[in-house]
Each structure stands twice: as structure tokens, then as C-alpha cells.
């Protein structure tokens, strides 16, 4: 081998070590994929559909009602569920009816006809939503770990927001 083609060599070896870092960058501190376990976000995600998580979003903005979030619970894998309460604001559900800050509020995407128990910031210990710290649920309201099980979650816990659904092909979806 003569230097020009060890520099071509050491170039192109360059060059791949620099794409690995930026795609691994990239999957550990901007976009990961995960996967639905379970049935605690039907009707809106399906078990076994697959979601990319943006993990870079909630560095820049804020957390917002009504996102759907991967987070950290327990020894369980990542948990995905609809934030619902917002810091220093007050959550109710009464007769399948959810109140945020006393005021009734529209759920679209939860199936017809759900029935689930009623619910209070109380039975948590809180009065309000700490500085923070969210309320969440999943779609399912009848068969879902969340915030009513679990209680409150960090925002430290929060592993992003759901950016895209690519599996099934025929549900791509952005969020």
C-alpha cells in the first residue's frame, strides 16, 4: 500500500466512526424507537405498534396537556400514557367525567360508553399538582396503570413525547 491509499483508508474510516457517533448521539439523547405494551392506551395505540419518542422536545417546551409521553416507572418497561394534569391545577373525575380545575373536559379520544372509577387529587394527597409534576392516564380508563395506581409523575421521568407511530404501516401517524 502506498500513503495515498492509507489516507484514503484512514479517511473513509474517519468518516464512518464520525456517522456511528452522530446516529448513536442522535438515539440516546434525540429519538428512540419504542414499542405498546398492552392495551392501556386503546383506542389511540395498540399493542405491538411501534412509536419513535422524541427525547429532545420537553429540553425546549414545555410539557402539555394532552401529549402522550414514555416514562419511567418501576422495573417494568417504559410506560406510555396521556398527560392530563398540569402543575397547580386540580383533577377530578366524577361519574366517568373528567374536571380540571372544576371545569369539564372533553375527551375525544377515549372509546364510548367508558366506565371507571371516580377519582381525586386527595386519595394522592394533594389539593393541587405540585411544581413539576403530571397527571397522567392512559386512553383505556378501565384497564390502565396510571396516575390514579402510581400517583403523580416527575417530569425527571418523563423520557419524551411521542412523535410518530411507523408500525403498522397502514396506522402511520405523527402526534
Given amino acids: 500500500?502506498?500513503?495515498?491509499?492509507?489516507?484514503e483508508l484512514i479517511k473513509d474510516s474517519l468518516k464512518l466512526v464520525l456517522i456511528v457517533f452522530v446516529i448513536l448521539f442522535l438515539m440516546i439523547y434525540v429519538?428512540?424507537?419504542?414499542?405498546?405494551?398492552?392495551?392501556?392506551?386503546?383506542?389511540?395505540?395498540?399493542d405491538g405498534e411501534?412509536?419513535?419518542?422524541?427525547?429532545?422536545n420537553y429540553r425546549i417546551f414545555d410539557v402539555e396537556r394532552g401529549d402522550i409521553i414514555s416514562l419511567d416507572y418501576a422495573d417494568t418497561k417504559y410506560l406510555i400514557k396521556r398527560v392530563i394534569g398540569l402543575p397547580?391545577?386540580?383533577?377530578?373525575i366524577k361519574n366517568n367525567q373528567l374536571y380540571i380545575n372544576n371545569n369539564l373536559?372533553?375527551?375525544?379520544?377515549?372509546?364510548?360508553n367508558v366506565e371507571y372509577p371516580d377519582f381525586s387529587l386527595n386519595e394522592l394527597g394533594y389539593s393541587t399538582i405540585p411544581?413539576?409534576?403530571?397527571?397522567?392516564?392512559?386512553?383505556?380508563?378501565?384497564?390502565?396503570?396510571?396516575s390514579r395506581e402510581i400517583g403523580l409523575i416527575?417530569?425527571?421521568n418523563i423520557n419524551g413525547k411521542i412523535a410518530l407511530r411507523i408500525w403498522p404501516i397502514n396506522k402511520i401517524s405523527v402526534f
Fill in 1 to 7: 500500500m502506498d500513503w495515498l491509499s492509507i489516507r
Fill in 31 to 46: 429519538v428512540s424507537v419504542t414499542q405498546v405494551v398492552g392495551s392501556s392506551m386503546n383506542p389511540t395505540l395498540s
Fill in 50 to 56: 411501534v412509536l419513535i419518542l422524541n427525547k429532545f
Fill in 88 to 92: 397547580g391545577e386540580t383533577v377530578e
Fill in 105 to 112: 373536559y372533553e375527551e375525544e379520544y377515549l372509546k364510548d
Fill in 131 to 146: 411544581e413539576n409534576m403530571y397527571l397522567v392516564l392512559g386512553d383505556n380508563r378501565e384497564n390502565s396503570v396510571d
Fill in 154 to 156: 416527575s417530569k425527571k
